[in-house]
């Protein structure tokens, strides 16, 4: 069973950064690809970026402020810059496996806790 613990949300003010961690553990080879989406209270959940075949895929709505990486699969990290208060939401680190449109949750993704990230302005 894959598992994802995330980790580095936090309360901070427009303009400023987080740097969000995701631990992954179990059987990494059965996965396709891996990511982050988030989820504002009262919205649904939504893609923000994903590593796919070594490649990186950011949202056009946080395309020049987040940056997708990932160390020995077994650490995704979602770098967030000049945050805006539309930003804050929880951000759900996500692993896809066969069968998974990786830009859409699905029940072929598992799913970490989620972790809060709250901008203020």
């Known amino acids: 069973q894959v598992r994802l613990v995330e980790s580095g949300g936090d309360s901070v003010q427009a303009g400023g950064s987080l740097r969000l961690s995701c631990e992954v553990s179990?059987?990494?080879?059965?996965?396709?690809?891996m990511g982050w989406f988030r989820q504002a209270p009262g919205k649904e959940r939504e893609w923000v970026a994903s590593?796919?075949?070594?490649?990186k895929y950011i949202a056009d709505s946080v395309k020049d402020r987040f940056t997708i990486s990932a160390e020995n699969v077994k650490n995704i990290y979602l770098q967030m810059d000049s945050l805006k208060p539309e930003d804050t939401a929880t951000y759900y680190c996500s692993a896809g496996r066969p069968g998974a449109t990786c830009r859409v949750q699905s029940s072929n993704h598992y799913w970490g806790q989620g972790t809060q990230v709250t901008v203020s302005s």
């Open positions: 590593l796919n075949s070594g490649r």
């Open positions: 179990g059987p990494t080879y059965v996965l396709i690809c």
